[in-house]
């Protein structure tokens, strides 16, 4: 009986141990939130919702923002060098003069988004869902390789 109870506790703390260092991250809903200048650089924000937010200048340098939703958010001058932005939803969301050096767009939905004056140097943007017009306007400043994927940014474009 004694074996069974101490078996019984190693299992318990071996399963609270487990919950505790692998629960994932959870997602934060920043929704219509006036996030002027905040910064979010390195941080793992994988999924999390900034729709209609104001990230006017806001630094989102080297950060994980796979699956996020900024749609309709305001995100002139934002920094998103180095940025995972894998399957995110970036619809009509505006991101005049940002950076997006070397920033990783791959699967993003971005059909009505404003890319205007942006900075696309070495960005991956394979599948993602453009308007012909605005593809056209980004082959215009389109240069350089993304260091992680390997990909030519003109390439991802389709630029002629």
Known sequence: MMILVKVFCIVLTFIFTFLTFTSPVKALDYTKRDL???DFSGQNLSGSIFNKANLRS???TNANL???????AN????NLEGADLRNSVLDSAR????????AILEGAFATNTKFE???IEGADFTDVILRPD?????????????PVTGRNTRDTLYCP
């Open 134 to 146: 605005v593809e056209e306007i980004l082959c215009e400043s389109a240069i350089g390789t993304n």
């Open 36 to 38: 002027f200048e905040a």
């Open 75 to 78: 995100m002139d001058s934002a």
């Open 95 to 102: 991101l005049t003069r940002a950076n997006l050096h070397n």
């Open 58 to 60: 806001s630094n989102f």
């Open 66 to 72: 796979q699956k996020v939703s900024f749609f309709g």
């Open 117 to 119: 004056k942006a900075n």
